[in-house]
């Protein structure tokens, strides 16, 4: 991140979660291009929510699912992230009135938690006084005649002490 | 992958390792649009290749790097990753004429079995009768006022059963 910004400058850092809502107003599924039948999106974040689900249907006492060795490839160890950071959610999506609904949220706000330790990481390196504005929110895929949305859902600007500067979150 | 093939169609996965060269011809080093000075590139590559470097020093006998926890967080998890499949090339990076001019090399070699597994997790989830087009290489950015480049290094399609239909990398 801090090897990118350019001398002077300040960084934009832009995140989102991910949901697809499909030409029936599905929420969870889009029809990707080309395609007549849809497929689940975010794929990655319903897979993590059934598994979510199942581990608290079993009692719920896990705080992590990844397998207790070091080598976990690292294809695996991505989807063990993702559930592993959706956990924390396991009420708030079993409790939800529309799970697909609240799913995009809860990624996002476990992003959110976790773009905090990409930006403290980052701000470490940054030669100079650049400033650090982050956009976090929930991308939404639609079907290819449509466009895509991004809903914004938080806008915050870090010097790169930490300290936050402003909260545009407001003017959202 | 498999999900976002449309109907009837097939599939071209792209991949890469990374390398800069700067303004002065330096290899593993390149000035980043706006700065004077330049960075690490790829930083991850050359900050694993140090990490093997180290334990190769040390007796070279780990096959891992990863903490023995379940509880790696991603963002370290994705370098301990890079170490862990670049400690086969200890030697080979250790021995080279010019160690910044071989680790596009080993990157793209240790990317290249990651990318088999990928494609064949990939293909068992394809509908229909799709082919899938691989092609592995190097990307080399320059500074701002070049273009960048692409080295093609294997050019592979296969059916959705794993067969090798064509190897086109005589092409390249």
């Known amino acids: 991140m801090a090897g990118h910004i350019p ?14 809502v499909d030409s029936k107003g599905n929420v969870g599924t889009v029809e990707s291009s080309g395609r007549t039948n849809g497929i689940p999106c975010c794929g990655s974040s319903i897979a993590a929510a059934a598994a979510v689900a ?7 006492t896990k ?3 990844a397998p207790a060795t070091t080598t976990v490839p690292l294809l ?17 999506l079993e409790t939800a009135n529309d799970k697909m609904v609240e799913l995009p ?11 905090a330790s990409v930006v403290t990481a980052g701000r470490r390196a940054i030669v ?14 639609t079907p290819e005649d449509q ?6 859902l938080s806008f915050e600007v870090f010097n790169k002490k930490g300290r936050k500067l ?3 979150t407001v003017l959202l």
Do not use: F, W
Not at 105 to 114: L, R
Not at 128 to 141: K, R, S, Y
């Open 7 to 20: 001398d002077g400058g300040s960084c934009l850092v832009v995140y989102a979660s991910n949901v697809g």
């Open 128 to 141: 100079g006084t650049a400033n650090i504005a982050v956009l976090g929110g929930i991308q939404i895929n």
């Open 76 to 92: 695996d160890a991505h989807q063990h992230s993702v559930v592993d950071m959706l956990l924390p959610y396991a009420d708030r």
């Open 147 to 152: 466009s895509d949305y991004y809903l914004p």
């Open 105 to 115: 949220y809860c990624v996002y706000d476990a992003q959110k938690k976790m773009m």
């Open 54 to 60: 199942a581990i608290a249907k079993k009692g719920g």
């Open 166 to 168: 402003e909260d545009l």
């Open 63 to 65: 705080t992590s699912t």
